[in-house]
């Protein structure tokens, strides 16, 4: 059982930073794979990125690729994505996940997931 909570969503103007967190209980956090998604409204939960167990493996969403960074912490129990350049599409609200595959990218493959964050990009 893995509980995850997200945090550092917020407010941003276009161009802007923001890094997102991911805390996980438990002591087998470094046997998942985690993941970022995001739902923007009236729009299906798509993937963002996504990391191994080790952090030696990442995968990325076309739309966020070279603006975004997923990374882990494995003494922390914690994963991160760095978001920089952002833009108004961006806006949604983002959930990390952890999926016992390696690395996933489908909602389906993934068991565990956060209550999300609210990301707002303003133009």
């Known amino acids: 059982q893995v509980q995850l909570v997200e945090s550092g969503g917020g407010l941003v103007q276009a161009g802007g930073s923001l890094r997102l967190s991911c805390a996980a209980s438990?002591?087998?956090?470094?046997?998942?794979?985690m993941g970022w998604f995001r739902q923007a409204p009236g729009k299906e939960r798509e993937f963002v990125a996504a990391i191994n167990w080790s952090g030696g493996i990442t995968k990325y969403a076309d739309s966020v690729k070279g603006r975004f960074t997923i990374s882990r912490d494995n003494a922390k129990n914690t994963v991160y994505l760095q978001m920089n350049s952002l833009k108004p599409e961006d806006t949604a609200v983002y959930y990390c996940?952890?999926?016992?595959?390696?690395?996933?990218?489908?909602?389906?493959?993934?068991?565990?997931w956060g209550q999300g964050t609210q990301v707002t990009v303003s133009s």
């Open positions: 996940a952890a999926t016992r595959r390696s690395i996933a990218s489908i909602t389906y493959d993934y068991a565990y």
């Open positions: 438990g002591r087998t956090f470094s046997s998942f794979g």
